[in-house]
């Protein structure tokens, strides 16, 4: 999609960037303007490949300094900006809409400090989250998210997105492992809230608004986050179900049973295994009679004898009771690897599979399955796919339609029904990617008008010219 296939939204009054602009910026980072339309191709598409915009310039800073200059510069001149991190979003927030610049924390990749008694690390927004994994382990600490854009995504944009991931089930969201952000406001004043205190009750927590803002509010520089112990013994296992109340059940006796080492529970549907075996180049490790379900359980614990016995102990305990009819465990380290990219490459191997209609929603997690069961029905004959997996202890269910072309017809039979669905049931249309330009339609069905209405008002004082990231995450007031 470029902008002129969604006429309804018109480019903003924003200024064109001008040569001068440009001078302006090419002082303040040399070499670091990039203005080539081959160069800028990537970044003005996102990663479903789905919107495309069509900006001039992107600018890489390294400090946030620079960061403050050029957004003061821009807001004086009333230029739109997209802050872009890794560029993995999957709501189209990250890429311009129309020519808005994109300011990249690429060249942001330096960690500041790390404590290694508490565990906190402070780094810039724009380290990517493998290497930090990577730096926080060689201390002894992991980080407290994990995701299947790693080698990619930023610390920042996880932050601006507050991203869930597969490890969310054990050490909870960005809101909580976020204990300090800075970030450079539209008119380029600094928000100088790279705290790491643990505890910090004196007024408002605002950095809390800009945790999930999708550069909407500011751009983000810096984070202090909250690293837990590496786990000294993990253990993982794909287990098979015959249906989604024996999936149900084994949910409930691994809460039972594997207590505080439980520390995943991802679930994979036939339909998704499908995609895995077909364009994932991935063999089913469980080989015998195709499943309706799968699950990935994992614990990290510290003790490699009592973490071996209670994950066998669980096992042998929920084939006993018939909840689980098949089972694999990986021993070596790259069946690890193995098991998680079979979950984690889902999203990249639909991509191959056709257009793919994505669904991030959030259930109880009694009804995770109960709409899938009902788009299949929906849309039998007309999809290609449909197909149900996500991050069952979490409630999050990512739905995603294969179809066999991108068309507003298709889409009709989808949209609003899944939202409207969704909302009936008490459901959130984005449980962990967020709004960004694809969704800002549905904020609706999750959020009443009255909160909306707030969220415009905080919009109004962070960035009153509306500069940052424009047409993303909110609707506009007017
Ligand atoms: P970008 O895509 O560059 O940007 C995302 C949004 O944040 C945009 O609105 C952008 O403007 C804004 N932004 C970026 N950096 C900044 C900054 N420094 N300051 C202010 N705003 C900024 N998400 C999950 O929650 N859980 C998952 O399990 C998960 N798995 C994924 C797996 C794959 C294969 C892919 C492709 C994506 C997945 N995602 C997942 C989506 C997720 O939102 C992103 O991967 C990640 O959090 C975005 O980081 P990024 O650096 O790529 O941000
Ligand atoms: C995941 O959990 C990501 O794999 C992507 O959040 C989800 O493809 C999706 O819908
Ligand atoms: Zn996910």
């Not at 080539?36 to 495309?52: F, I, K």
């Not at 379900?293 to 096992?315: P, Q, R």
Request: charged fraction near 20%; proline fraction near 4%; aromatic fraction near 8%.
């Amino acid at each position: 999609l470029t902008s002129d296939q969604y006429p309804s939204i018109k480019r903003g009054r924003f200024s064109q960037v001008c040569p001068d602009d440009v001078a302006f910026f090419e002082s303040v980072l040399p070499g670091r303007v990039v203005t080539g339309s081959d160069d800028l191709e990537a970044a003005n598409t996102d990663w479903l490949r789905m919107c495309r915009g069509q900006s001039k310039v992107l600018l890489r800073p390294q400090a946030t300094d620079e960061v403050s200059t050029i957004l003061k510069y821009c807001n004086e001149h009333n230029l739109a900006v997209v802050p872009q991190g890794g560029n993995t979003g999957l709501v189209g927030g990250s890429v311009p809409v129309f020519d808005e610049i994109i300011i990249s924390t690429s060249l942001m990749n330096q960690v500041i400090e790390f404590n290694s008694l508490s565990g906190i690390l402070t780094c810039q927004a724009g380290c990517i989250l493998e290497n930090l994994e990577l730096f926080v382990q060689e201390e002894g600490f992991t980080m407290p998210l994990d995701l299947g854009a790693k080698g990619s995504c930023h610390i920042g944009g996880n932050v601006a997105t507050s991203a869930g991931g597969i490890r969310f089930l054990r050490y909870g969201s960005l809101h909580g492992n976020t204990l300090g952000v800075e970030a450079v406001l539209a008119d380029g004043e600094i928000f100088d809230g790279l705290s790491s205190l643990r505890k910090d009750n004196t007024g408002y927590d605002l950095k809390q608004l800009l945790i999930g803002s999708e550069g909407t509010l500011g751009i983000i520089t810096a984070v202090c986050i909250l690293c837990p112990p590496k786990p000294r013994s993990v253990n993982l296992a794909l287990l098979g179900c015959r249906s989604f109340q024996a999936v149900l059940d084994t949910y409930k006796f691994s809460k039972e049973k594997l207590g505080e080492i439980l520390s995943a529970f991802e679930l994979i549907d036939c339909e998704s295994m499908k995609i895995q075996e077909t364009y994932g180049g991935h063999v089913n490790p469980l080989q015998g009679e195709t499943l309706p379900f799968y699950v990935v359980v994992e614990t990290s614990g510290s003790n490699k004898d009592h973490d071996e016995l209670k994950m066998s102990s669980f096992l042998e305990e929920v084939m006993g009771k018939g909840y689980v009819v098949d089972g694999t465990i990986a021993s070596e380290s790259f069946q690890f690897k193995n098991m998680w990219s079979l979950r984690e490459g889902i999203a990249a191997s639909l991509m191959k599979a056709g257009v793919v209609y994505k669904y991030d929603l959030s259930f109880s997690i009694e009804g995770f399955y109960e709409l899938v069961d009902v788009m299949r029905e929906k849309l039998k004959g007309d999809a290609l796919h449909v197909c149900g997996y996500g991050h069952l202890g979490d409630g999050n269910l990512h739905l995603n339609i294969v179809g066999p072309t991108l068309s507003k017809e298709f889409l009709s039979l989808i949209e609003p029904f899944v939202f409207e669905w969704t909302s009936d049931r008490g459901g959130s249309v984005s449980a962990e990617h967020g709004i960004g330009f694809k969704k800002r339609d549905a904020i609706q069905f999750s959020k009443t008008e009255k909160q909306i209405g707030i969220m415009q008002q905080v919009k109004s004082i962070f960035d009153p010219k509306g500069i940052l990231n424009p047409y993303k995450t909110i609707p506009s007031g007017s």
